[in-house]
């Protein structure tokens, strides 16, 4: 079964500066795919980010950006000029790259604090 | 337009009441979800749709029983919840149920059952 970890239950940043959250996850597959969701206090799971793994190349939104390293399962977010909208709940989730890839297999979450 | 609508947005019911969340989306998406979460928590799936027939039900008790009358409608009817059942309950969709098709949420209906 596959797993997710986020190892940092809650992270603080001044707004402007630049924080990476955490992802580890682990699977014997090949072919899945890795995404970032913000929950805001509006509770809407928003997608940031989306990482197909066959790519090596690092996806990039705007101030968003991951670290993928498939070798080592991980899979950070990076928030660059951090603003006091980007406060909420973040999730790193999984998903199999197959016809079984129904699921999404979430983190546990790391709540982001942004300081003005 | 990337709306999952979701009513109500907050519902109270005892424990012997019959109550039904819905939602609704107008983005052409074949696959709907329905996802529990708890506080503090991250999403559990429940149950997923593909082209308007249940493909997944991840071992939910029958107090909870999905409905999908048509493509853009997704309806989650309560009977004999539990208070353990509280939780927001959250739908969202993709366009195809593949894994390359990204899910969109809805903003939740918050139930307290008591």
């Known amino acids: 079964a596959q797993t997710v970890t986020q190892s940092q239950p809650e992270m603080s940043v001044q707004e402007a500066e630049t924080v990476t959250l955490s992802c580890t996850y682990d699977t014997s597959e090949s072919d899945y795919y890795l995404f970032w969701y913000k929950q805001p206090p509006s509770r809407q799971m928003i997608l940031v980010i989306r990482?197909?793994?066959?790519?090596?190349q690092n996806a990039t939104e705007n101030r968003f950006s991951v670290n993928f390293q498939k070798a080592a399962k991980s899979f950070s977010l990076k928030i660059s000029d951090s603003q006091l909208g980007d406060a909420a709940m973040y999730f790193c989730a999984y998903r199999r790259g197959n016809n079984a890839g129904n699921m999404l297999t979430f983190g546990g979450g790391t709540r982001l604090m942004v300081k003005p | 337009d990337t709306e999952v609508t979701q009513t109500p947005k907050h519902l109270v019911m005892g424990m012997t009441n019959k109550k039904s969340l819905k939602c609704e989306q107008h983005?052409?998406?074949?696959?709907m979800y329905w996802y529990k979460q708890k506080a503090k928590k991250p999403p559990e799936l429940m149950f997923v749709y593909s082209y308007e027939k249940l493909s997944i039900n991840e071992s939910v008790p029958s107090r909870f029983s999905p409905e999908c009358p048509n493509s853009s409608l997704l309806n989650l009817h309560l009977h004999a919840l539990q208070p353990e059942d509280s939780a927001l309950y959250l739908c969202a969709s993709s366009q195809a149920p593949g894994p390359r098709n990204t899910i969109y949420f809805g903003e939740g209906s918050w139930l307290t059952v008591v």
């Open positions: 990482q197909e793994a066959y790519k090596q």
């Open positions: 983005m052409g998406h074949r696959a």
